[in-house]
């Protein structure tokens, strides 16, 4: 069975750090481009950083860029999203999803949910004092 699984959200307080895993299963992560995106209560799901299969190339939304940091380690199957100097409007619920993406791909349409065909569940984070 295909399956992306996220882990390491919580609460946070403002300016605090959290770093997202996205570690996958049933099917080899390397060979895909992992994006990371976010949805907040009311809100539509929004695209925050993604990274291409060989790690090369990465993209970030406007609001996610001097704060987050997308990597991974394709030797442990994994992406990484390392959020410091969190906002309270950074809340939401936060899923990886992984597509067959080329490189010119991660520039123009990283972002945006339709190119990626697995997603997790998504694991919450919450930025409150």
């Known amino acids: 069975q295909l399956q992306l699984v996220e882990s390491g959200g919580g609460l946070v307080q403002p300016g605090g750090s959290l770093r997202l895993s996205c570690t996958a299963s049933g099917f080899t992560l390397p060979s895909y481009a992992v994006g990371w995106f976010r949805q907040a209560p009311g809100k539509e799901r929004e695209g925050v950083s993604c990274?291409?299969?060989?790690?090369?190339?990465?993209c970030y939304a406007d609001s996610a860029k001097g704060r987050f940091t997308i990597s991974r380690d394709n030797a442990k199957n994994t992406v990484f999203l390392q959020m410091n100097s969190l906002k309270p409007e950074d809340t939401g619920v936060y899923y990886c999803a992984g597509g067959l993406l080329s490189s010119d791909d991660i520039n123009t349409r990283g972002l945006r949910a339709y190119p990626y065909n697995y997603w997790g569940h998504g694991t919450q984070v919450t930025v409150s004092s």
């Open positions: 990274i291409s299969a060989g790690g090369a190339f990465t």
